[in-house]
């Protein structure tokens, strides 16, 4: 499959621009649309125009960062996958080998929420990753 690396570019700059007034107020256990981009090799891409995936916050460092995990409609039966019940009725799977450093300005718009058992069996998983 051919990525396009350049348009990812163009968002991306536009994304860096944003002006740091525009306070995007989120929370562990969010789930948000997040502007992933376009990756190398097997990391997990964003969909669409906006190169987007929803994602599941895992820990906020401060109102600017956070580690955040994607989430797919694709339910696969491995250690890396874990069901996530989530506040809308869906049921994604987190790709916890994915965990990465997100910045804020990445965030779009806000899906809901991961249910509390969900997120406690998701943390265990990364910290058993560890």
Known sequence: ??????????????????SDGQTI???????WWCRIGVNVGFEQDGKGKSFSRPVLIVKKFNQFV?????????????RYYLACACSDGETRAAIISQLRLISSKRLTDKVGFAKEDSFSAIKKAIKDLL
């Open 1 to 18: 499959m051919q990525k396009d690396f350049q348009q990812w570019h163009i968002a991306k700059e536009k994304i860096h621009c944003q």
């Open 25 to 31: 107020y989120f929370h562990e256990r969010d789930i």
């Open 66 to 78: 956070f580690w955040a995990i994607p989430l797919s409609t694709k339910i696969k039966k491995n």
